[in-house]
């Protein structure tokens, strides 16, 4: 009971989403630039913040706000959070923009990892000294 309230519940599942994100972004820029220059080549992205806000829609599910992140929650009081998704991107191969998505996939992945840090941080002064 408690594990599923530290664990299940709050930002955690939506952190766990939003590091696997820009975890995807990572390898998927890293692979259109590995082949920017293998003919035929069709650039992808990963779509993740779209589905976040169609997921938190008011009409549809209750929102939570978790360190400036939206939650959406089911009947249940799961995560309703969409995990990430690679589509076909539309136009050229652009190495400048290829290198921007890798390092804005890169600043969002450390900062998802200092935010969870934080939480378990923040856990582990609430629980006190393991003696």
Do not use: C, W
């Not at 630039?33 to 650039?43: K, V």
């Not at 390092?103 to 900062?111: I, N, R, S, V």
């Amino acid at each position: 009971m408690l594990g599923r309230m530290l664990f299940e519940q709050g930002p955690l599942p939506l952190l766990k989403t939003a590091l696997g994100a820009a975890s995807l972004r990572q390898k998927v820029a890293a692979s259109n630039l590995a082949n920017i220059q293998t003919p035929g080549f069709q650039p992808r992205r990963v779509v993740f913040e779209e589905l976040l806000q169609k997921a938190s829609h008011p009409s549809r599910t209750s929102m939570s706000r978790a360190g400036g992140l939206v939650a959406g929650r089911d009947g249940s009081g799961r995560s309703a959070v969409p995990g990430p998704r690679i589509v076909a991107d539309e136009g050229p191969l652009d190495l400048e923009r290829q290198l921007v998505d890798l390092q804005e996939a890169t600043l969002h992945f450390e900062a998802m990892s200092q935010f969870v840090a934080g939480h378990y941080r923040a856990l582990m002064d609430a629980i006190g000294p393991i003696r």
